[in-house]
């Protein structure tokens, strides 16, 4: 590890060098990537006081992406978790999970079984329809509320086109694995776009989506084997995805106006690898199965207003009403017919939520000073039904679980330019809770530009994470589970300071260079975990974890005439305290190290439309104190370890017909990574109780290729 953090810097360190000895070196402002993710008003990157990452809808195509997993897999600072068993994807930042980190659509959260913006199933979102992907890392608790405590990605979809008429239709095949059918194997994507634009005032979009994943089979034998050796059934489960979106626009001077409706439908299919017998003498045995099918159905509305008030005062306003209901359907499937019988469907989990935003800014003649005062309004209302057997209301389990958490804020932001080089960024946020004791967010925000085009950033922000729904009121106990929520839990506060430099530069050659180094350090304050609180097995949320973080990042970017070089390196060390008085244990706090490495090299071939691209990414070891039981049955902590593991994606993009018809092949995961080994020391949490041991973390279904093809017809 040390050997590769001192090549880096090294490298860092002579680009710095080699770039500050040329005399022909001129800023690079790049005013032409606006952002607006926590800002007061759209504006050039560069003027803005966080340090925000840009994924470009020329990234999204070129890694051939269909949702977000396919997306966010190849950033530092990102670890993407899968689940073969339910087929979700998660996001962890900084080594904390998707609890911490807050996903958006338009600054809209959303909705997720158990959160608002957090915990969002990344497979579940859709990318046909986005302009771009805009990051912030650190607490954004003053514009965006509870949750933000990692950091925010905000989805930035397409609105109007450039032409009368916009329309597109995709076919993409993909393998899983090295399994691939028409039929019956492998991922199946189709999707179509049309925009209009009937004068220069409205506009509308409409778009679907189909996404067919057939399951990964691995060494299981699908749902039709017929044999009781436990092999039925599939590795990773089948899913079925159908997304719809519309959007209807209207723009007049400086005033906006749009309305956005989006469905999204999923089916999951489990099947049973336990064959039951029928008895049907005198005539031979046949067999049945217990199966079981997960429905999603998420409906999202978005109406946005912006413009002028007063001819003076810009205004931001959005009223959301999402609804999420997840049902589950329970059938025998008989072996012989293939038929399905004795369908039982039921809703287990239901969220709506009413949430709305908005901001007033420009209150001053003077564009030295900006102000924004703005709200937040969020009313949650979550159900989970008791035949899911997995919640518990006041204690009665035959109760369902019906609540409502509701939020109302107020925040301030100002921004004061000093100087022309000088900007500093308070902000504070006030939030009113339903259910927990009031919150408040704070922050400060600097931004210097030096001269030759270096800008230097510092942060300082105080957030907050609410309890969710699991944690609260979780409740799975039989004869080998015993996990149990906790309705008094509080919620968690945190504290981050982040400090940028970054350089962009441009040579008289034509090459350009951008660096861009960031440290940062989060302490997170009454962390809730799930900890072994009473022996044997017992289980329970409990805020009771101290957890630090300190992480450093660079990226360095290279392009010269049809080369486009990126590498990027992270060093990120997290300390944990858990201090189990019920148990008399405690676990140690020292700070534990892993590394991310990161690359992509892109050739432009203009004589043939062609553009070659290879993405690389290095996650390095990763450790964590455990609690479990030595071979006398007492608490101990243990070092639970996940070895390394290396992702690598490469893609050719090529266009004809004067770029209507595109065509984008490549192949995912080319080191053909399944899963990876986890050690536990002994007795660790999933190592037993009488001995050391170690799994495997399953991450992916192997090495896959993919052929995408892209018809596009514009005209005016």
């Not at 509320?145 to 930035?156: D, K, P, R, S």
């Not at 800014?361 to 989970?384: A, M, R």
Request: hydrophobic share 35%; net charge neutral.
């Amino acid at each position: 590890m040390k050997i590769k953090i001192t090549l880096f810097a090294g490298l860092l360190f002579c680009t710095y060098s080699f770039a500050q000895q040329k005399d022909s070196i001129k800023s690079a402002e790049k005013l032409s990537e606006v952002v607006v993710t926590g800002q007061l008003e759209p504006q050039s990157i560069k003027k803005s006081v966080f340090n925000v990452r840009v994924i470009s809808k020329e990234d999204i195509k070129q890694l051939a992406a269909n949702n977000l997993a396919d997306v966010l897999n190849q950033y530092l600072n990102i670890t993407i978790r899968n689940s073969g068993s339910d087929g979700r994807s998660t996001v962890s930042m900084f080594g904390l999970d998707s609890q911490y980190f807050k996903i958006l659509v338009d600054n809209i959260p959303l909705v997720s079984d158990t959160g608002m913006g957090t915990n969002v199933d990344l497979t579940q979102v859709n990318l046909d329809d986005v302009e771009r992907i805009e990051i912030i890392e650190g607490s954004m608790g003053v514009t965006h509320g509870a949750n933000a405590v990692t950091g925010i990605l905000n989805i930035i979809t397409k609105k109007g086109g450039n032409h009368k008429w916009d329309i597109s239709a995709t076919v993409q095949e993909e393998t899983v694995g090295n399994e691939y059918s028409f039929s019956d194997k492998g991922r199946h994507i189709q999707s179509a776009k049309i925009g209009h634009n009937f004068n220069n005032n409205w506009f509308v979009n409409v778009g679907g989506n189909h996404n067919n994943f057939e399951g990964f089979y691995d060494n299981m034998k699908g749902k039709d084997h017929y044999a009781t050796d436990g092999l039925r059934g599939y590795s990773w489960l089948p899913k079925e995805q159908w997304v719809g979106n519309a959007m209807l626009g209207y723009q007049k001077n400086s005033f906006k106006i749009f309305y956005k409706f989006d469905y999204y439908g999923e089916n999951v299919d489990y099947y049973s690898p336990i064959l039951v017998p029928q008895d049907n003498y005198p005539f031979p045995e046949t067999y049945f199965t217990r199966d079981k099918r997960y429905i999603t159905n998420r409906f999202y509305h978005h109406l946005n207003a912006n413009g002028k008030v007063f001819s003076k005062l810009n205004y931001n306003v959005s009223i959301s009403h999402q609804k999420q209901e997840r049902d589950a359907e329970l059938f025998d499937y008989q072996m012989e017919t293939q038929k399905e019988s004795n369908n039982n469907r039921f809703t287990y989990q239901s969220k709506e939520v009413f949430y709305s935003t908005g901001a007033l800014s420009n209150f001053f003649n003077n564009k030295k000073v900006d102000f924004q005062l703005g709200y937040e309004i969020t009313n949650e209302n979550g159900f989970y039904s008791s035949a899911a057997g997995t919640f518990l209301d006041n204690q009665l389990q035959s109760k369902d679980v019906r609540k409502r958490l509701e939020n109302y804020d107020i925040f301030t932001v100002a921004e004061i330019s000093l100087t022309d080089k000088f900007s500093i960024r308070p902000g504070l946020r006030y939030s009113f809770q339903s259910a927990f004791e009031n919150q408040y967010a704070s922050s400060l925000g600097l931004r210097y530009l030096f001269k030759k085009g270096l800008e230097a950033r510092a942060s300082l922000g105080k957030s907050y994470r609410t309890p969710n729904f699991d944690e609260l009121y979780t409740y799975f106990v039989d004869s080998n589970h015993n996990v149990q929520g906790n309705p008094n839990l509080v919620p968690e506060n945190s504290t981050s300071y982040e400090v940028s430099f970054k350089r962009t530069c441009s040579f008289d050659s034509g090459a350009q260079i951008a660096n861009n180094l960031a440290v940062t350090f989060l302490d997170v304050n009454d962390r809730i975990d799930m900890v072994l609180v009473e022996l044997p097995g017992k289980y329970q949320y409990i805020n009771i974890n101290k957890y630090k973080m300190w992480n450093i990042s660079t990226t360095e970017q290279y392009a010269y005439k049809n080369w486009n070089v990126k590498v990027g390196a992270a060093l990120v060390g997290i300390s944990q305290k858990l201090d189990l008085a019920q148990l008399n244990i405690s676990s140690d706090d020292k700070f534990l190290y892993s590394l991310q490495l990161n690359s992509s090299v892109s050739y432009n071939i203009p004589k043939w439309n062609t553009l070659l691209a290879l993405y690389y990414k290095y996650n390095g070891q990763q450790q964590q104190f455990a609690a479990g039981t030595d071979e006398n049955g007492k608490a101990k902590f243990y070092l639970n370890e996940i070895k390394p593991y290396s992702w690598m994606d490469a893609s050719a993009r090529k266009t004809f017909f004067n770029n209507k018809f595109e065509v984008t092949v490549g192949a995912r995961n080319l080191f053909n990574i399944t899963s990876v080994q986890i050690t536990q020391g002994n007795g660790g949490a999933s190592g037993g109780a009488h001995g050391s041991g170690s799994s495997e973390l399953m991450l992916a279904y192997g090495r896959s290729y993919f052929l995408k093809l892209t018809y596009n017809l514009n005209f005016n």
